[in-house]
């Protein structure tokens, strides 16, 4: 009995060929190389410097293809663009990481609730939306980073809301994520943000806000 595979049988490569023949060029590559030092030939740098104007654009252009909004400020202009942007979701309570500092806000319209860690998963999902700063911006992925340090607050605050307001600094916003990596510690909880949470099933029907907020909007300062 012939075990030959019904896709071989006209002679023509086939997917699976194509995948062993990229592994054992990438083990090829390896060999004569110790442990750990293997070649790297990916881009660890971008063509543009961390926070030029080239790299902004970039990050809004694929920030904007995720669905999300950009708005762009100086930062003496941060207290009335948040506040535009909590006005137009109708958002009354907000939560906000323990070191955010949000004075600015408390006088206004909006109830401004502080994460201590001790608000509970019921807690968190009563507020209308989360304000966070971030950790680092990707420009080429359109990603913002968060590290759990004391403007970003547990996962937690920042997954449960309906809604995400997020402060990037233009220095904040590299090109590649090589150099998004560089800037991270990989013992601190990460969370990657590429736009709202959204999924697709089977049929490709896109549900948005299964695993984190279904709204996320960018206040890129600088």
């Known amino acids: 009995?012939?075990?030959t595979d019904p896709?071989?049988?006209?002679?023509?490569?086939?997917?699976?060929d194509e995948v062993l023949a990229t592994i054992r060029a990438a083990l090829e590559a390896t060999k004569g190389h110790e442990p750990g030092q293997a070649p790297r030939e990916y881009r660890s740098t971008g063509e543009h410097a961390p926070g030029s104007e080239a790299?902004?654009?970039?990050?809004?252009?694929?920030?904007?293809?995720?669905?999300?909004?950009v708005l762009r400020c100086d930062p003496d202009a941060i207290p009335e663009t948040v506040s535009d942007v909590l006005a137009q979701w109708g958002a009354s309570h907000v939560v906000v990481p323990p070191d955010f500092?949000?004075?600015w806000l408390s006088s206004g319209q909006v109830r401004i609730t502080t994460d201590d860690g001790s608000l509970t998963p019921?807690?968190?999902d009563a507020v209308d939306a989360v304000l966070t700063g971030c950790a680092v911006g990707i420009a080429e992925t359109g990603t913002v980073v968060l590290d759990g340090s004391g403007d970003q607050g547990r996962r937690m605050i920042s997954l449960v809301p309906d809604r995400h307001l997020v402060l990037v600094h233009a220095d904040q916003v590299v090109?590649?994520?090589?150099?998004?990596?560089?800037?991270l510690d990989g013992t601190r909880p990460l969370t990657w943000i590429s736009g709202p949470s959204a999924t697709s099933d089977i049929e490709l029907d896109r549900v948005e806000g299964v695993?984190?907020?279904?709204?996320?909007?960018?206040?890129?300062?600088?």
């Open 101 to 103: 500092g949000v004075e």
């Open 175 to 183: 090109q590649t994520v090589p150099e998004a990596v560089a800037r």
């Open 7 to 16: 896709q071989d049988a006209g002679g023509g490569s086939t997917a699976r």
């Open 211 to 222: 695993h984190g907020p279904r709204t996320l909007a960018v206040v890129l300062v600088g």
């Open 1 to 3: 009995m012939s075990s």
């Open 55 to 69: 790299v902004l654009e970039l990050f809004v252009e694929r920030v904007e293809d995720y669905k999300a909004t």
């Open 122 to 124: 019921e807690d968190v």
